[in-house]
């Protein structure tokens, strides 16, 4: 690991931790909704559905690689986990009649301001099969070059840095890589490295 | 891949598809609570917090082999999803206060009557790390056989086939497997094989 990769990287962290939560009345984007599911074999069984805002919580998953076959890494606050900052890739939901790769493109010019030359879908799987439809999409992007400002939602807040594979791998064995979405895309991308 | 097997897994599919869904008023499961978050830097930011039953919907997952070196495979109504059933691995909440590694073991008991000589944790993962803090544990199982009867939950439908790691590989790339919790167990237990 770079020394400088990891101090610089520690700085975001630090400035992004949470320090507080207060609760708050405003509750609008997770919601639920309980059924009875009738099986083929007659069984009637109970579940109950996450809803996430108005679609069902489908997300892109982007991992931008520039030229320098550098991996394009995303810092962001991730409130409610013990650290309260994430380490992973660009990523977001899927707008509502949004063809999954056009979700990949825009958050990743929206979180970092990189475009790629090319980017293809590598694998697909549910966040939370028990309780979800989400489905996610795992996309890599090459070639990334930097040609717009980041462009960030009200109560966004990210920040972005160039790590090599190796180097990402030992952010995960180290514990600043922990989401689900983040590790299996890292795992599944290893085979589409191109150097 | 053994035709056997390939055979007697569709037989158990076709068991457990869901073919109506009926919305019901129940919801007790999935809450969400709202928040204004403070961070280091100053910033204020809103998140919303996923809640599930009284705890925070942290999970296990076991990928439990038997003495002959076949991997214990659970096949269940995941009734949200495209193919209504999912195939995977013994897994479920922990409880409160219980230790990740006695609900590991405890989850494969209930699901299909299997224990183990051996247990060990080999990652951990948030499974939403945007909106809840579930950090979930894989474990792998070793030396497992079949002492104890399933012990379901009403509301629970469990059939489980033994099948070897390249099946395992064979049926996620066939489709069979799409679970993000069963893909990265999968991906993380590769090297934890004994043979």
Redesign the interface.
Known sequence: MRKEKLEELKGYI????????????????????????????G?I??????I?GTNDGSAVIIMPITKDDEILTVIE??????ETV?V?FPAGYIEQDEEPKLAALRELREETGYVPSEINEI???????????A??HIFIAYNCQKKYLQQLDK???VKYMLFNYEELEELERLGYI????T??TL??AKNYIRR
Chains 1, 2 share one sequence.
């Open positions: 630090e400035q992004l931790k949470t320090i507080k939560l207060k609760e708050i009345e405003q509750k609008q984007f997770i919601n639920s909704q309980g059924y009875d599911c009738y099986l083929n074999n069984s069984i109970r579940r109950e559905r996450l996430k606050p991730r409130v409610f986990t013990k994430g992973g694998d697909a799987f549910y966040q939370d099969e028990g309780c979800s439809s489905y996610n109560d966004e807040l922990k989401g689900a979405n590790k299996l795992a599944k």
